[in-house]
């Protein structure tokens, strides 16, 4: 089987996503790649994907479910019985129920999932006070994860069809668990540091942040994606919630232990 171009479909706050999704597409060696990209999108303009091609979703792990916000914009992005690939990014505690979720979001859009992975990227919370997964995807990540485009390549190719390809199984429960609990909890500013540059407005995904005289940040929008602290070039923007700063704790005592992308094929 083979397949006229790839689409990589990423949801990817903090670029994460978007650079092992990459590698993927680099080791399946497609003539053209096109890039998707979710984070930013929303306008409510439906994406197809053609029976020909094949696509990539690339999505970050909040507590062990697909981002609420990826799999809402997710839903717009339509195949025609189109192979795809999965792959979910946890910031090296656990990605559980995440890879099922996908699969699940996107077969009921018209695809036919035939391979996943699931990669570690640094955590979004990480700082240098704090590092969780700090560097990841590493450069050993991105080899892994070109390989893993290579071995996929080789899986269609042996195959006639998508019907041909054996059917894909994942980890996960069904019903899945609960996802991240609502909470108001949000980045704040630091004023002293801030040049109202705009930048943090211009990075948050779902629009939580507006920048006039000063920055207000509306909590209960935001999905502490984290986006807003990467962005910000003078370092105003930072997580200084009681809860947020316990959970940073709670994951670099217990999940400091490097661990491994997991692979999926066929």
């Given at each position: ?134 560097g990841r ?42 996802g991240v ?86």
């Amino acid at each position: 089987m083979d397949f006229n171009s790839v689409t990589c479909i990423t949801y990817s706050p903090t670029r994460t996503s978007y650079r092992i999704v990459s590698a993927v597409a680099a080791g399946l060696g497609a003539g053209a790649t096109l890039d998707v990209d979710l984070t930013l999108r929303r306008v409510g303009v439906k994406v197809a994907v053609a029976a020909e091609d094949l696509a990539v979703f690339g999505v970050p792990v909040y507590a062990g479910r697909v981002a609420a916000t990826a799999v809402e914009r997710m839903r717009l992005v339509k195949g025609q019985d189109t192979p795809a690939v999965l792959v979910a990014i946890y910031g090296n505690r656990a990605y559980e129920d995440a890879l099922a979720e996908l699969a699940d979001l996107v077969s009921a859009s018209g695809f036919v999932p035939v391979a996943a992975a699931a990669f570690i990227g640094e955590h979004s919370f990480s700082t240098e006070a704090v590092p969780l997964a700090a560097g990841r995807p590493d450069a050993h990540d991105l080899e892994l994860a070109v390989a893993f485009g290579r071995d996929v390549r080789a899986i269609l190719g042996a195959a006639a069809g998508v019907a041909d390809v054996a059917p894909l199984v994942v980890p996960g429960n069904r019903p899945y668990r609960k996802g991240v609990r609502e909470t108001d909890s949000a980045p704040e500013t630091l004023s002293d540091l801030c040049t109202l540059c705009g930048k943090c407005a211009d990075a948050c995904p779902v629009g939580a942040v507006t920048v006039l005289d000063s920055v207000e940040t509306d909590g209960w929008a935001c999905t502490l994606c984290c986006a807003c602290t990467r962005a910000c070039p003078t370092g105003a923007r930072v997580l200084n919630d009681a809860g947020v700063l316990r959970t940073m704790q709670w994951l670099a005592r217990e999940y400091s232990a490097r661990k491994a992308p997991e692979l999926f094929l066929p």
